[in-house]
């Protein structure tokens, strides 16, 4: 088993793959070994169709779980195997859509005067303020060198696709930061763990929004991450144009950022009903 796991793992880094990314591919790997019940390089097209067929059908996993799984296959015959990879043989199963549950303005605010902690206070708001990731580490990793305040920017580095970016540092955030820093003195990361030669972990970031979200008796399915698409989807009720926010979110791609286009309001668009235009339909009885 040790001998697949050293070749995946080697072929993953000379990919540049993300600890994160590495780490769940493995995971994925392991769970079709331990399918199986031999190595991977044995089995064939029969045996990957039964173990996506096992996870859609009987686990009831998620469309982009079981999607991830097939990418840490297809990656290890690809690339540790060599070989070819037919999609018609193994199809992707079709990925679902669903929009983010939302909070509005006044709900993150609520959120972030819940959050009496100064140093979680200022975690939770850099991340709204800033519109940045929890998953990757981007809040986490950020260091004392990153917050530009000389032009009110703040410095992204290595996030996800391996790309360093700038985001927006706000007045408001600046102040609570230098607060922060008078009482807790962080020396090399912003947000220092335990010991303060590591980040805070993301698992501490999460509970901690948890915490403020109960605190401030929000009942709405949302998590930290949330806050990120508020971060985009504030801007752009406030004007900003979607390539903006495609730049400060660091999306590679901006069909991924038109998604906050579905959770703009229409009268930033310009857009009315065609019943509320001047030669509309006429009244209806």
């Not at 990925?95 to 959050?115: D, G, H, R, W, Y």
């Amino acid at each position: 088993m040790q001998d697949w796991i050293y070749s995946m793992t080697v072929s993953m880094e000379l990919r540049g793959f993300a600890k994160s990314t590495q780490r769940t591919y493995l995971a994925h790997m392991k769970r079709f070994y331990s399918f199986c019940g031999k190595p991977p390089a044995s089995v064939g097209y029969e045996e990957v169709r039964a173990f996506l067929h096992h996870a859609i059908t009987t686990e009831k996993l998620s469309s982009a779980y079981v999607n991830s799984a097939y990418g840490a296959i297809k990656f290890y015959y690809q690339s540790v195997l060599f070989r070819e990879w037919n999609m018609l043989h193994v199809p992707r199963v079709k990925k679902k859509s669903f929009l983010p549950t939302m909070l509005t303005f006044q709900e993150v605010c609520q959120i972030l005067e819940a959050t009496r902690n100064l140093k979680h206070k200022a975690i939770l708001t850099t991340v709204y303020s800033a519109g940045l990731r929890v998953s990757v580490s981007e809040v986490a990793h950020l260091r004392m060198t990153d917050i530009h305040s000389a032009n009110m920017r703040l410095l992204v580095r290595q996030s996800k696709g391996g790309k360093d970016r700038y985001s927006i540092l706000s007045n408001h955030n600046l102040l609570l930061l230098r607060q922060y820093w008078k009482v807790y003195r962080p020396n090399l990361w912003l947000f220092p763990g335990i010991p303060d030669t590591k980040p805070i972990s993301v698992r501490t970031i999460q509970s901690v929004f948890k915490d403020s979200l109960h605190a401030a008796g929000i009942s709405k399915d949302v998590s930290v991450h949330t806050l990120r698409h508020c971060f985009a989807t504030h801007l752009l009720n406030r004007g900003a144009s979607i390539l903006q926010i495609k730049e400060l979110l660091g999306h590679a791609d901006i069909q991924t950022t038109s998604l906050y286009l579905h959770l703009t309001h229409a009268q930033v668009l310009g857009l009315k009903s065609p019943l509320d235009l001047p030669l509309g339909g006429g009244d209806l009885d």
